[in-house]
């Protein structure tokens, strides 16, 4: 039907009343079955309906009204539209949500805000199709039943579609500065551990073992005379 004419019953009220065109030509321009048409001829069909002119309204040429008057085979072609209408932007709103599934609303808002810290409110607002007001007071738990809700996933509520939901998730991590590298100890690769250790002694103390230390204080060589001379004396006394 997108190649069909405005008002396709009054637009062949017209051509029947004001052209020689066959039933079947009338019929594949407006998209109608050539019984109706025939109807519309006949007084049977569409009797209060007032006949448009598709000269007028751009719709034909009356060059190729007079074609097809000349060869009952040539299908009447649409006219082209020289004026072009720009496309109406569809400004995206909140998303709707069916009246069964608004009491759980609240309760996928608390599960995107613990789950997804990083989710701006207007993406909760799209996800969750939610008003501001309402996640600021989740968030600082004023709400006016806080104290029952429970986090559920708006994916298994029904409120969003798991795509809609990784979307504005990779999109928040976008704008997130990026972590610095961590660093603390990390595991040896593999090649490390598990290669052969070779030991190769490269001192003397290597090979034959380290030698006894020292004493610090070493004692006093002994000396004969002074022994003797002690004992001579223990033996005037007595």
């Known amino acids: 039907m997108s190649n069909a004419p405005l008002m ?3 637009t ?8 020689s065109l066959t039933f079947d030509q009338i019929a594949e321009f407006c998209k109608l079955h050539p019984l109706e048409v025939k109807g519309i001829a006949d007084g049977e069909v569409a009797s209060g309906i007032r006949g448009h002119d598709p000269i007028t309204s751009g ?3 009356r060059e190729e009204i007079e074609r097809a008057e000349k060869n009952p085979s040539h299908p009447l072609k649409l006219a082209v539209s020289k004026v072009r209408l720009p496309e109406a932007k569809r400004h995206r709103g909140p998303r709707y949500t069916p009246l069964s599934r608004r009491q759980d609303r609240p309760n996928a ?3 995107l805000v613990r789950n997804h810290p990083e989710l701006k409110d207007a993406q909760i607002m ?16 004023t709400h006016w039943n806080s104290s029952a809700l429970t986090p559920l996933d708006p994916v298994t509520l029904g409120l969003c579609s798991q795509i809609d939901l990784d979307f504005e998730v990779q999109r928040a991590s976008k704008d997130r500065p990026a972590l610095a590298p961590d660093q603390g100890p990390t595991l040896v690769p593999a090649e490390e551990t598990t290669q052969p250790y070779y030991y190769e002694p490269t001192s003397h103390e290597d090979v034959f073992g380290s030698s006894p230390k020292k004493e610090e204080a070493e004692e006093e060589e002994i000396d004969v005379e002074s022994v003797f001379g002690k004992l001579k004396d223990l033996k005037t006394k007595e």
């Open 109 to 111: 808002i608390l599960w």
């Open 12 to 19: 062949a009220v017209w051509l029947v009343e004001n052209t």
């Open 8 to 10: 396709p019953k009054a």
């Open 59 to 61: 719709q034909l040429t």
């Open 126 to 141: 799209r996800l969750a199709g939610t008003t501001k007001t309402t996640i600021a007071a989740i968030r600082d738990r």
